[in-house]
């Protein structure tokens, strides 16, 4: 069957004696699916000083907002830990 080159939406490169894992793919599905693709990306996930408020603008649903909270969730826990606060403090609300 040969090598893998993606697994369970990880995509997986060989360099040298070095493999690289990357689920670039997976977060443009994600960013894509629930219309968050144009928007900028920042250096820093979460500012930690920072207090959540109630959402005065448009809202989503209670169903979406878990969706999105359990996608970030399967991201976080394999290959972004640098945004593990921000999903933290934003599960507390679904």
């Known amino acids: ?3 893998a080159s993606v697994i369970l939406g990880v995509k997986i490169t060989r360099k040298g004696d070095s493999i690289l894992l990357s ?3 997976y977060t443009e599905k994600l960013l894509k699916k629930f ?3 144009d928007f900028n990306s920042v250096s820093t996930p979460y500012d930690a000083n ?3 408020k109630k959402n005065k603008g ?5 169903t979406q907002y878990a ?3 359990e996608s970030l969730l399967c991201l976080m826990s394999f290959s972004r830990p640098d945004i593990a606060y921000a999903v933290g ?3 507390r609300y679904t």
């Open 89 to 91: 403090r934003l599960s």
């Open 67 to 69: 969706q999105i909270i």
């Open 35 to 37: 219309d968050y693709y």
């Open 58 to 62: 448009e809202s989503i649903s209670q």
């Open 1 to 3: 069957m040969g090598e």
């Open 23 to 25: 689920q670039e793919k």
């Open 50 to 52: 920072s207090k959540l």
